[in-house]
């Protein structure tokens, strides 16, 4: 059990050092083949974010532990509006000026709702995975001529200054991007095997730990990223960030890991953890969205997304250690 748990904490660690080197070679690479600064925003650091979940989802998947890899996907969901955006919204109040947010929003909750109704029948199949999968497909499409179309936005200001201030030379960015990826690949084996075992050892199920351990970890650098983007007052970073993480866990993740193998889904998934993420979603886009102007999220909605948080987070461990 002790080389368990150095092993969960050792490629938790990793993996989160990993994805942030990972994240700024893949950016600094892409600006240095011309790729204007809101489709690195969208497209290359939504990805580069949610490279953790991605990887650890994949591998729970080929080895046979769909709880891991399902809980991975949704707690990170959960982790990413209650605990980053709420913890970031105590920090500084986020306004919300990008245009391409305010649209994102709408489709993160359309996108929940469907894979919502895909678990119903307890299973993701293939077919439901290669769904999601054409899904994410379009939506990158979309996203890319977004990108193009628009590249005046408040979103491409913010990313066109981080990239000024962490500029490095083509050969690190590259060194970087292809370095994280590997080390991103071997952390999260590293994790994977630590979180199973543990999850045996104290007779908890692997969704379980994917829900509350995995998912907060690999949610960590979505959490540092808004964390000092909102600090520089670069609030649109900070929700951006969440964002494409949630878009890219819903389709990418869970579908690359359906059409590895075919996911079992507990029921629990649907009528608790799903759920759930549904109903911070549509809090995100109430609060978030701006009906009558720019949207913002004060310290007291924060407030709210964190105390949910940290209640839905006590339910899952007294109920699995309260048996």
Same mark, same amino acid.
């Given at each position: 059990?002790?080389?368990?748990?150095?092993?969960?904490?050792?490629?938790?660690?990793?993996?989160?050092?990993?994805?942030?080197?990972?994240?700024?070679?893949?950016?600094?690479?892409?600006?240095?083949?011309?790729?204007?600064?809101?489709?690195?925003?969208?497209?290359?650091?939504?990805?580069?974010?949610?490279?953790?979940?991605?990887?650890?989802?994949?591998?729970?998947?080929?080895?046979?532990?769909?709880?891991?890899?399902?809980?991975?996907?949704?707690?990170?969901?959960?982790?990413?509006?209650?605990?980053?955006?709420?913890?970031?919204?105590?920090?500084?109040?986020?306004?919300?000026?990008?245009?391409?947010?305010?649209?994102?929003?709408?489709? @993160?909750?359309?996108?929940?709702? =469907?894979?919502?109704?895909? #678990?119903?029948? %307890?299973?993701?199949? $293939?077919? +439901? /995975? &290669?769904?999601? @999968?054409?899904?994410?497909?379009? =939506?990158?499409?979309?996203? #890319?001529?977004? %990108?193009?179309?628009? $590249?005046? +936005? /408040? &979103?491409?200001?913010?990313?066109?200054?981080?990239?000024?201030?962490?500029?490095?030379?083509?050969?690190?960015?590259?060194?970087?991007?292809?370095?994280?990826?590997?080390?991103?690949?071997?952390?999260?084996?590293?994790?994977?095997?630590?979180?199973?075992e543990v999850a045996h050892g104290f007779g908890v199920s692997d969704l379980i730990i994917g829900l509350t351990i995995v998912a907060i970890g690999t949610s960590l650098p979505e959490l540092a990223a808004s964390v000092i983007a909102t600090r520089k007052g670069e609030h649109d970073i900070a929700l951006g960030n969440i964002i494409g993480s949630n878009i890219f866990n819903t389709l990418a993740v869970v579908g690359i890991a359906g059409a590895?193998?075919?996911?079992?889904?507990?029921?629990?998934?649907?009528?608790?953890?799903?759920?759930?993420?549904?109903?911070?979603?549509?809090?995100?886009?109430?609060?978030?969205?701006?009906?009558?102007?720019?949207?913002?999220?004060?310290?007291?909605?924060?407030?709210?997304?964190?105390?949910?948080?940290?209640?839905?987070?006590?339910?899952?461990?007294?109920?699995?250690?309260?048996?």
């Open positions: 059990m002790t080389l368990a748990f150095l092993a969960l904490a050792s490629g938790l660690a990793l993996l989160v050092w990993s994805a942030d080197r990972f994240v700024e070679g893949s950016a600094a690479t892409a600006r240095y083949f011309g790729m204007p600064p809101l489709l690195i925003g969208m497209v290359v650091v939504g990805f580069g974010t949610s490279a953790p979940e991605m990887v650890v989802s994949a591998i729970s998947a080929s080895q046979g532990n769909p709880g891991l890899a399902l809980g991975n996907a949704y707690g990170s969901n959960i982790a990413n509006i209650g605990l980053i955006l709420g913890v970031t919204a105590l920090i500084s109040p986020i306004a919300v000026h990008s245009q391409v947010l305010r649209q994102e929003l709408p489709i @993160l909750l359309a996108i929940t709702a =469907l894979a919502a109704c895909q #678990i119903w029948d %307890g299973e993701l199949s $293939r077919t +439901d /995975a &290669l769904v999601l @999968l054409a899904v994410f497909g379009g =939506l990158m499409t979309w996203t #890319i001529r977004q %990108g193009l179309r628009r $590249r005046a +936005d /408040a &979103l491409a200001a913010e990313i066109e200054q981080e990239l000024e201030e962490h500029a490095m030379p083509m050969k690190r960015a590259c060194f970087w991007l292809v370095t994280g990826l590997l080390l991103l690949v071997a952390s999260s084996r590293i994790l994977v095997w630590g979180a199973v590895i193998h075919p996911l079992a889904v507990a029921r629990e998934v649907l009528s608790r953890d799903a759920f759930f993420v549904a109903l911070l979603t549509v809090s995100l886009l109430v609060f978030g969205y701006g009906f009558r102007g720019p949207g913002h999220i004060n310290r007291v909605e924060g407030a709210l997304l964190l105390v949910s948080y940290v209640g839905y987070t006590a339910y899952l461990v007294t109920t699995a250690f309260g048996r």
